[in-house]
């Protein structure tokens, strides 16, 4: 097999539309052992799957003509100039994925899984040089693009905030986009307004990501959030299509919802609660591109309603630093999402996400700490995915992807199995 049993079966779950459950039955094995296989191969309990299981699967798959619509895909050339945008490689909107596209780079994300939970290292981009600009504040996007690129052996140039760049001085979007590019290889933008990304990425031939602009869009948040919830529904035996997602909190400013609900669109027959504040909706576009596609949108001003029966929370932090005739400093403490909330509303398998940061300040009533300890919150494996979805992204931007598997060196180091202390069990094994 050219990938881990592990990466092979996620994908054979995913094209199949398969729960655990359901796989585990179509191929005539016990959910156990399935779980299994499908740990990390240092793990413990983790056993290797019989050759004939490989086998039976990959006739599955070939007989659903599913190896066939990938292979078709395949032909029309590599995953980065399918999604180009404007026959550029950058990713600027999630609006550039379809739901094949999507899933084929998330096979690539499953495949960065050892070198981001640190068992493997790899060099794939060994001497490219990232730049990563950064005209808003940023710790996630910016230190986890960073890393992402360095764990695939590449190098990293940093600019944060306008005062410590030439544009304080009245240096374009153009110059300095042109002017990068003579520096490096690949460059990741953040700046506070919608459309800028798409700007700098008009004046370079080189690879842009869109960090966030403005109240637009974030696509490598909402890629790494679908993941997620993804790889969440895996253990919890569900599916996507079919399932209700609320969106709470400021749906106007905040980017990584209206990435996000475009990108959950891309699923069949999903119920959508859109949670705000009055004033904080979400804007009209998204909801009219999203209900053509045939999905279900109720909105909502009241959390107790809204969350009801959700299979996942999404809560997200007030856009201050946006407003501009708003009046709003934080949430009304009815608007925050907290354990008492939870239990209330959803059942033991809901999942509680959050793109952080969270605003931990006194009246901000965001996402509360006292779900910290409780196994439904998913905020940190979030974080955690953002570096296999981040690797995930360079390499198929700058054309490495089927690189990576035969580049794979063990580690030299022991990094502890769990990196936080209220990581649950399950945390970083599927
Ligand atoms: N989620 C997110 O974009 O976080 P940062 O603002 O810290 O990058």
């Known amino acids: 097999m050219s990938v881990s049993q592990q990466v092979f079966l996620r994908d054979a779950m995913r094209r199949l539309n398969l729960t655990r459950d359901v796989f585990a039955g179509r191929i005539g094995v016990k959910r156990r052992a399935l779980d299994t296989w499908l740990l990390p191969e240092g793990s413990q309990e983790f056993r290797a799957m019989p050759e004939v299981v490989n086998r039976f699967v ?3 798959v070939e007989n659903e003509g599913l190896l066939q619509k990938y292979a078709q895909s395949a032909q029309t050339g590599p995953l980065r100039n399918r999604i180009a945008a404007e026959g550029k490689h950058q990713l600027l909107s999630v609006d550039q994925f379809s739901r094949e596209s999507v899933e084929e780079l998330f096979r690539i994300a499953d495949q960065m899984q050892p070198i981001a939970r640190r068992q493997k290292v790899s060099r794939v981009l060994e001497g490219a040089v990232l730049g990563n600009l950064f005209f808003e504040a940023s710790t996630r996007t910016r230190v986890s693009f960073g890393a992402a690129f360095c764990r695939l052996g590449g190098s990293v140039c940093d600019t944060t905030g306008f005062t ?6 009245g240096e374009s979007i153009y110059d300095t986009s042109r002017v990068m590019s003579g520096y490096v290889d690949a460059m990741v933008i953040r ?4 459309g800028s990304v798409a700007e700098f990425a008009r004046a370079t031939n080189i690879p842009v990501v869109n960090g966030g602009d403005g109240p637009g869009e974030h696509p490598s948040q909402a890629l ?19 399932a209700h997602i609320a969106l709470v909190g400021d749906l106007k400013y905040g980017r990584t919802v ?8 891309l699923y069949r027959g999903l119920k959508f609660t859109l ?12 909801q009219d591109q999203v209900s053509t596609r045939g999905h279900v949108i ?7 309603q809204g969350l009801q029966g959700a299979d996942v929370i999404y809560a997200t932090r007030v856009q201050k630093e946006r407003f501009a005739a ?13 354990k008492a909330i939870v239990d209330q509303c959803c059942g033991p398998d809901v999942i509680v996400m959050h793109p952080l940061p969270r605003d931990s300040r006194e009246g901000a009533n965001d996402l509360s700490v006292d779900l910290n300890h409780d196994p439904r919150l998913a905020i940190f494996r979030q974080t955690d995915n953002g570096i296999p979805v981040r690797m995930a992204i360079f390499a198929v931007l700058l054309g490495v992807e089927s690189l990576v598997q035969h580049s794979l060196r063990d580690v030299t180091w022991s990094p502890p199995t769990h990196i936080g202390p209220d990581d649950s069990i399950f945390h970083g094994m599927d």
């Open 275 to 286: 949670v705000s504040p009055r004033g904080l909706e979400m804007p009209d576009y998204i």
């Open 298 to 304: 109720e909105q909502s001003h009241s959390l107790e």
């Open 326 to 338: 708003e009046e709003l400093e934080g949430y009304t403490p009815d608007f925050q999402v907290n």
């Open 164 to 169: 410590f760049s030439s544009m304080a001085k």
């Open 191 to 194: 700046h506070p307004e919608k």
């Open 58 to 60: 990959t006739e599955i």
């Open 258 to 265: 209206h990435s996000l609900l475009k990108l959950l669109s």
């Open 224 to 242: 790494l959030d679908l993941y997620t919830i993804l790889t969440e529904f895996s253990r919890l035996g569900k599916l996507l299509d079919g």
